[in-house]
């Protein structure tokens, strides 16, 4: 008789470790004191701003990726309202969030606040799943299983 077994699954990669573990624990632990939620939680939402910042920094040179801006740019990936949350926490402690950025992105990952078309039909979240996955690190569905959200009105301005 022979036995055969299926390659071993390979667990998604920790978005946790996209940056040193210094950086990170400043980053949660700002998250969750600012948010007063448990430091499990923090860590989880930070990991996944995190990704979302490894997706856009992955994926920003793709001319087949994402939706134009009014000023021509493409935008690509979107957060959900918790990442979103994450992720404005984390841009009000600049220098842990410059340095993640720095190691992830190679340079700043500016805040554009804007609502898209994309948005409003579901269409832009279909560019950041695709984006995220193929980032290879986990994809939390607590933080993910929403829709896009825009933190800003319609037309801000920019």
Known sequence: MTLTTALPVQANKDPQTLIDPETFDKLASFFAARQEVTKIYARRAVGQMLLMLKAHADSRHDP???????????????????VDAAWHVSLQHTEPYAAACEQIAEGFVHHVPILTEGMADGSSMEYTRQALK?????IDPEFWDGEAKSCCPPNPGI
């Open 134 to 138: 193929a980032t290879g690190y986990y």
């Open 64 to 82: 087949d990726f994402g939706r134009l801006l009014p000023d021509g740019r493409s935008y690509r990936v979107v957060p959900t309202e918790p």
